[in-house]
Structure formats: structure tokens, C-alpha cells
């Protein structure tokens, strides 16, 4: 098993910026790729950023330039630092663990609203 907590998460005006973290634990030494995916209301939920044991990254085109995704081994943690964050960036973030087998794991998410 593996267990993912999320935080960050809040309320920020359009432009401004918001850093999200996932720390991990439990069964993650087989891990594959990391990342957030996020669900807006009435929309289906989406891949926001994505990045591999190999550092290689996905990133949804409407957050390249704007998010960036990166991990520090030694705390388990993935981070999410959204800058020039836009309303349609609001939703539930979701963290996200691609085990080889494969297993996939996700967070209880975290909410993003971005309002005037």
C-alpha cells in the first residue's frame, strides 16, 4: 500500500501563485512516475503534470510555461508550483503514484480556486 497526503491547496486571486506538495509513504520503492491530475466541476478529471523516476515530464499544454513539476527523493515529496494561475485553473487537485505491476494510487486531493 501507499499513502499519499496532499497539501497546499487554497484560495488565490488570477495571476497569483500557489506551490503544492505530496508526501508519500508505505510500498513506494517500486514507483514509476509521480504527478497531479485535477478535476474541475462538471468536467472529468485531467492530468496536470507528470514526472518519472527518470525525470522525464508531461505537462498538460494549458499549464506548460505556468506549472512546474519537480520531486525531492529524500522526503518522498512531489511538488506542483503553479504560477500565473487562471481561473480555469480551479478544481480538486488530485496526487498521483504509478507503481510498476502497475498499481496506481491517488491522494484525497486539495482544492484550487482561483477568484477575484
Known amino acids: 500500500q501507499v499513502q499519499l497526503v496532499e497539501s497546499g491547496g487554497g484560495l488565490v486571486q488570477p495571476g497569483g501563485s500557489l506551490r503544492l506538495s505530496c508526501a508519500a509513504s508505505?510500498?513506494?520503492?517500486?514507483?514509476?512516475?509521480m504527478g497531479w491530475y485535477r478535476q474541475a466541476p462538471g468536467k472529468q478529471r485531467e492530468l496536470v503534470a507528470l514526472?518519472?523516476?527518470?525525470?522525464?515530464?508531461t505537462y498538460a499544454d494549458s499549464v506548460k510555461g505556468r506549472f512546474t513539476i519537480s520531486r525531492d527523493n529524500a522526503k518522498n515529496t512531489v511538488y506542483l508550483q503553479m504560477n500565473r494561475l487562471k481561473v480555469d485553473d480551479t478544481g480538486v487537485y488530485y496526487c498521483?503514484?504509478?507503481?510498476?505491476?502497475?498499481?496506481?494510487?491517488w491522494g484525497q486531493g486539495t482544492q484550487v480556486t482561483v477568484s477575484s
Open positions: 508505505g510500498r513506494i520503492f517500486s514507483t514509476y512516475a
Open positions: 514526472v518519472t523516476t527518470a525525470d522525464r515530464t
Open positions: 498521483y503514484r504509478l507503481l510498476y505491476g502497475p498499481e496506481e494510487y
